[in-house]
């Protein structure tokens, strides 16, 4: 669920409870062990009638158990293995019995894995308890070996039975959007299953096998949902993260579907941003079974020139991030693109977007300014449409993107924007106009400080291979920009010898 961690965990503060005070007001003694007030972990349910939410809590509690309890195994620390058996009990029990109250009638697969984890989890509070009473290390380690199974054998059981449940509660769902003709009905069930698709890749694997992707592109094919568009569209782009999603989009014709919607001016921009965030998704680099994706190749032309005419008319900096990263991706995914983005101009498009600071405004952005330009550079026309563009003073100012906040995301995001833009102006300066270009810019200086200076770089390795590279290319050029010192360790060496002698420098505070 997309919602802040703080508030959440205060959210989720006002229902902990420890299932076990019972226990502890019968004379048990509290411990005085330095994790005990870890145990105060999340035991009250949710409000009535809401089995997702039921599952989804309750299965958030056993798991967090069940890890912990292979820990304290792993310890040999039998009072707490055995004081967290029982309370892995209640919580079960408590699943079990609070989702019958809730769900429909029970299915007999269902009821037998239920006294199958019941059973499990019974024998491992009994087996504990028994380890308690052993002192015989050679006996204890037998047994050790035992507990070791039953928790696996436990943990398989309330995986399957998790996984049935919430199975059932996804065909409800998609039954519910499948058959409702009523705007307010099929807003609320959209919004349930997007907030399923965030819970991670298995639930997105569920949705996806009981037609939740089918569902979604049907409300996405009515004239009466179009406000519901958006909505759908961000839960199918989360769904399509994982394999089944994207081969139930190509069976409905979803790539079809989505290059009418973007070519349709008629759709708001919003909307529009929402397809491009799927087109961004099913097209990925990082997932390699997007690569077989046949029916894209029909629609991408018209695909292609909706996404630049998006870029170029962007309100905002999110829609023209989603837009960038769609246009990004499909680089990668066919050369024919790059020719494309070519005829369409797209050069000067992205390039006139990065001096509007509504559009462009973020590292994540220019990322995907870059990555465009790196792909289009290995044609030889683009060095000219970048000089025209006065696109090298631009690749100059990305070699010096720094991170504002300092978080790792922003930081890596950085590295990946100078590390592209070496790589476009290497690829660029093949063209004699191109490395003259970056030569009067003083490109070649700023490659330098990036080799000789680890700060400058955060100390990456791939930035470095970039800039190296980038730095031979243009003293083939014009050798007189560099100091004999800098030709010696940066361009005479093999390139590894010379990426070895500026990874181990050690910077000087002189």
Same mark, same amino acid.
């Given at each position: ?148 199974? #039953?928790? =696996? +054998?436990? %943990?398989?059981? *309330?995986?399957?039975?998790? &996984?049935? !449940? ?5 065909? @409800? ?12 009905? #099929?807003? =609320? +069930?959209? %919004?349930?299953? *997007?907030?399923?698709?965030? &819970?991670? !890749? ?5 949705? @996806? ?14 004239? =009466? ?11 199918? !782009? ?34 529009? !941003? ?237």
């Amino acid at each position: 669920m997309q919602v802040d961690s703080v508030q959440r965990w205060m959210e989720d503060l006002k229902l902990m409870t420890e299932c076990e005070c019972m226990c502890v007001l019968q004379a048990k003694p509290i411990s005085l062990e330095e994790d005990a007030q870890g145990d105060l972990i999340l035991a009250g349910g949710p409000g009535p009638g809401d089995p997702l939410q039921l599952l989804l809590k309750r299965g958030w509690v056993i798991s967090t158990e069940l890890r912990r309890i292979g820990q304290k195994l792993a310890q040999d620390r039998w009072a707490r293995v055995h004081s967290m058996s029982v309370r892995l009990t209640c919580h079960a029990r408590s699943m079990v019995s609070e989702y019958s109250a809730v769900s429909r009638s029970s299915s007999q697969e269902m009821g037998q894995i239920e006294k199958l984890l019941m059973e499990k989890c019974s024998e491992l509070s009994a087996v504990t308890e028994r380890c308690l009473q052993v002192e015989n290390e050679h006996v204890l380690k037998s047994m050790k070996a035992c507990v070791s199974e #039953t928790l =696996s +054998t436990l %943990g398989q059981h *309330f995986g399957q039975l998790l &996984e049935l !449940a919430l199975t059932r509660e996804v065909q @409800a769902l998609v039954r519910k959007i499948d058959a409702s003709d009523n705007i307010y009905t #099929t807003e =609320s +069930t959209t %919004g349930n299953l *997007f907030s399923l698709t965030q &819970e991670g !890749a298995p639930l997105c694997r569920i949705i @996806a096998k009981e037609g939740g992707v089918v569902a979604l592109f049907k409300v996405c094919r009515q004239d =009466s949902f179009r406000c519901l568009y958006p909505q759908a569209l961000r839960t199918l !782009a989360s769904i399509c993260c994982v394999e089944e999603g994207v081969h139930q989009l190509e069976k409905v014709d979803g790539v079809l579907c989505l290059a009418d919607i973007l070519t349709d001016d008629s759709h708001s921009e919003a909307t529009r !941003a929402e397809a491009a965030a799927v087109v961004a998704q099913v097209t990925s680099p990082h997932l390699p079974f997007t690569q077989h994706l046949s029916s894209f190749l029909e629609s991408m032309e018209e695909i292609v020139t909706a996404l630049v005419k998006l870029c170029q008319e962007a309100s905002s900096g999110e829609v023209f991030l989603l837009a960038s990263a769609a246009l990004a991706n499909i680089t990668f995914f066919d050369t024919m693109a790059c020719e494309m983005l070519l005829q369409l101009n797209a050069i000067r498009v992205l390039l006139e977007a990065c001096s509007d600071k509504q559009r462009v405004d973020t590292p994540y952005t220019r990322d995907q300014i870059v990555t465009i330009l790196a792909n289009m550079s290995v044609l030889e026309q683009c060095a000219s449409d970048i000089i025209q563009e006065n696109g090298v003073q631009l690749i100059l100012g990305m070699l010096s993107e720094k991170p504002r906040s300092g978080t790792p995301a922003e930081v890596a995001a950085c590295e990946r924007v100078q590390q592209k833009a070496a790589v476009t102006l290497a690829r660029l300066s093949r063209d004699p106009d191109v490395a003259r270009e970056a030569v009067r810019l003083s490109c070649m200086s700023r490659l330098i400080e990036l080799c000789r200076s680890p700060s400058e770089r955060n100390s990456s390795d791939a930035v470095l291979v970039a800039c190296l590279a980038a730095l031979r290319r243009l003293a083939g050029v014009c050798p007189e920009g560099l100091q004999d010192s800098d030709f010696q360790q940066l361009v005479q060496p093999r390139l590894v010898d010379s990426f070895l002698l500026c990874s181990n420098m050690e910077e000087s505070f002189v």
